[in-house]
């Protein structure tokens, strides 16, 4: 008869980005200063906005949550590859596992669903402009923001619970800096046919669903900038807007990747590299998109 997971095993082994020794220093040294970078970008984001009262509008209001999110999902991680390297472990808990995985989902659909959000917001301030403040009241805003962390925490805890019920070998090796939910689930030694069928299915509404309202958002932004009459108007719009999509796109499609493509290839090394990229990259570079650029944050 088969035990009961929580007897099967009492930790996983991180296999990290690179077995080579001499790599070590260099990757420490390279994503302690992106992590640094991240996180005080975007804390001087979240104190800034809320320092200042010209910035007590929805869009630095749903920037200033994003930033928290950001800071969030990127200490679930990297904090802890970086104590594995500085001590030359591998060794993650069964239990540490488990939450980390459970903050990992919980921040990345909050991301997902904050930047739908965002793109909500732009698309009532450029194209209805004189109704703006009055349908994007403070009311609305806190209410959106409340139901993104209700659906994340939902979607989460509907992840981790089902990871709970699967059996593992007594020596698992995940070939990523982190317990990543599809790795898990494949390398489950029970049947994992439900949990991949779960993760595909909400994969698609918690990524394509949210994508597909982002792209419905900026084509009618795209249409009411069209018919602006004054160049330097239709281009202040599309600074705006192209930096912020980029952003978008980059999130989702190496989000999605990590599941669609390593379910063809069956390659970690190109789960990895896109999971660096929405782990990483894009939180750190979300400051300097989002708000370095905007002449309101700058001036202060």
Known sequence: ??????????????LGLSKEPKLQPFIFGLFLSMYLVTVFGNLLIILAVSSDHHLHTPMYFFLSNLSFVDICFTSTTIPKML???????????YEGCITQMYFYILFAGLDDILLTVMAYDRYMAICHPLHYMVIMSSQLCGSLVLISW???VLYSLLHSLMVLQLSFRPTVKIPQFFCELNQMVQLASSDNFLNNIVM???AVLMGVGPFSGILYSYSKIVSCICKISSAQGKYKAF??????????????????????????THSSHSSTIASLMYTMVTPMLNPFIYSLRNKDIRGL
């Open 150 to 152: 209700l659906i994340s």
């Open 1 to 14: 008869m088969e035990e009961n997971n929580n007897t099967q095993i009492s930790g996983f082994l991180l």
């Open 200 to 202: 595909y299915f909400a």
């Open 239 to 264: 600074s705006t807007c192209v930096p912020h999509l980029s952003v978008v796109f980059l999130f989702y499609f190496t989000a999605l990747g990590v599941y669609f493509s390593s379910a063809a």
């Open 83 to 93: 104590w594995n390297i500085q001590t030359k472990s591998k060794v993650i808990m």
